[in-house]
Antibody, heavy 125, light 109 residues
């Protein structure tokens, strides 16, 4: 079964650090694009970061320089290292597989087809 | 970074058709994907690419695009379609970042 399971969330003080994990089963993390998406309480979805199969990484402006996405191929696990946490980082964090479905004349077409259940991060003193 | 704008809420009578729109400059260059999210659950992909449904998504869901606007249409809405819907696309500024729409709450009456 294709599945993603996040862990590592919790209550952390402003300025602190936390590392989220996303364990995959049924597919290989390193062969896919993998994203982190978050959702603040009562708010919409916000894309956070992506790691390409080739290893390139990209970040939303709101987390650039503070968050780092990575993966451990031996553990088939995706990570999000979050430093200098702020109250506005409080959210449910989801990992998702960004699957390449097909190419056509307009380029590649992706969709986030597998999502974890989410892990809650609360930044508060 | 670019923005994708959606109407905050729409309602539809059971069995009728509803269209959800998503506007943004990036949609002139990229197709939108669409996600359904029910309370307390993770999002679910319902449309990707030009107009494609993942396995298991009912054919009452369809997508289209024109200019800077992408649309998700539910033809013959069912009670279980009541949810939040988000569009998603690439950033138009040239970097490979993603951006989600502001979200639309669909109520089935």
């Amino acid at each position: 079964e294709v599945q993603l399971v996040e862990s590592g969330g919790g209550l952390i003080q402003p300025g602190g650090s936390l590392r989220l994990s996303c364990a995959a089963s049924g597919f290989t993390v390193s062969s896919n694009y993998m994203s982190w998406v978050r959702q603040a309480p009562g708010k919409g979805l916000e894309w956070v970061s992506v790691i390409y199969s080739g290893g390139s990484t990209y970040y939303a402006d709101s987390v650039k320089g503070r968050f780092t996405i990575s993966r451990d191929n031996s553990k088939n696990t995706l990570y999000l290292q979050m430093n200098s946490l702020r109250a506005e980082d409080t959210a449910v964090y989801y990992c998702a597989r960004d699957r390449l479905y097909y190419y056509d004349s307009s380029g590649p077409h992706y969709g986030m087809d597998v999502w974890g259940q989410g892990t809650t991060v609360t930044v508060s003193s | 970074s670019s923005e994708l704008t959606q109407d905050p809420a729409v309602s539809v009578a059971l069995g009728q058709t509803v269209r959800i729109t998503c506007q943004g400059d990036s949609l002139r260059s990229y197709y939108a994907s669409w996600y359904q999210q029910k309370p307390g659950q993770a999002p679910v992909l319902v449309i990707y690419g030009k107009n494609n449904r993942p396995s298991g998504i009912p054919d009452r869901f369809s997508g289209s695009s024109s200019g800077n606007t992408a649309s998700l249409t539910i033809t013959g809405a069912q009670a279980e379609d009541e949810a939040d819907y988000y569009c998603n696309s690439r950033d138009s500024s040239g970097n490979p970042n993603y951006v989600f729409g502001t979200g639309t709450k669909v109520t089935v009456l």
